[in-house]
């Protein structure tokens, strides 16, 4: 079923062992793989798992009616090149856009990672809520956002603002909360599959070997579109768990080429999977810390698999209900913002402190698929200057995090 390839060649394999030795990069304990151990025959057990494993799922997975939680890291920064226009601009500028961006990136270079606690509620593909909450100080105070789609409604709701979406007539611009499924996906996938997820498509598996004492090595390659020499070849190395019937995936390092036939190769990204558990009340297998380093041997992202919490009494239910003003949400608690959208109506409620509500149209400009960015800030109520400050870090904080060099596809 796998094609096996004799050998690498000698500039691929000294580019691994350079990336295998340094200590920030070693596996933990419990997955090391030995050395000096003959090959053994593929047990067919693992060859089953390992092509199970490189099947791309199509869908959210099923959690039951339970919420996940996990947190996630990130400690890039832009490096220095971009730290020093960053240091030379932003001093003695309090109004500076990229003050706060530049905060964050300086603790994040001092060893501080951005932490950003997230719980997901998932019924299916068309009904699910990820809640995140923002804990830098750049942000204010207990600053969160919580995204909930379902066929019927669609909200958004942070701390200050409520909007309130109907999907069936389309997202404008700038307020497709549907589009942010595929961030949810990503990291759950992440933690389940030790990082194995992110290279699933249209790999090549060119060997997959295995020792007495149950460790696994495997060579997978993808294709250029300009010739059929690899464009990039992933080592991922795990260990078989025989009382389990699975294999944990432990380490991927991608090596690329910089042409097809190319004499030296270049070492890519590396995802550590450490500490595999069995989450009792999902019964699945989870890395509960999933390491991912970018091109630069720098670490990017972390991500850390908290666990399952069970929903008793219809709580998994009401996590998706519209919140109401003075109510009780599920998750967040009491319900107090100072404005509450709904695009639906046509209607934004403003509530004022002294205790009066004023109703307002919401100019149709602003509910036209064109509306852009601008008027999401408008529509979704971050009107103060802290609450624009909030979205503009997370947005750009965003951006950086979608071009990172740390993708291991």
Sequence with gaps: MFRKRAALHHHRLAIVLFWLVPACFAASSGGQSSTGTSEQPIPAALEAWFEAELVSPTKLPDYGKNRVSWIRETHRWPGEAEMARLAREVPGHPDHPERQVFGIYQRRRAGQPTRTPRTAWIADNTTWRLSESFTDPEFTPNSFWDKVVTPRHAISFDHGSITIIDPTEGYPIGQNLASIVGELFENLAIMSSGGLSQIRRDVVVESLQADAQGDWRATLTTKSTSGNAPA???????R???????????????????????????????????????????????SERTEIYGIEGRLDHVFIFEGATAETNGTFDRAFDIPKQGSQDSFRGEVKVLIYNDLRTGKTTRYLPDGRETIDEINSVFMSPNSGTSAFLRIAGWTTA????????????????QHSSSKLN
Excluded at 232 to 238: A, I, S
């Design 232 to 238: 990039r070849e992933y080592l991922v190395t795990g």
């Design 386 to 401: 802290g609450a624009i400050i909030c979205f503009l870090v997370w947005y750009k904080l965003r951006r950086v995090s």
């Design 240 to 286: 078989w768990d025989a009382t389990a019937n699975r294999g944990f995936t432990e380490r991927i390092s991608r090596i690329d080429q910089a042409a097809p036939n190319a004499a030296i190769a270049k070492p890519g990204p590396v995802a550590i999977a450490k500490d595999w558990k069995l989450d009792p009340i999902l019964n699945l297998w989870f």
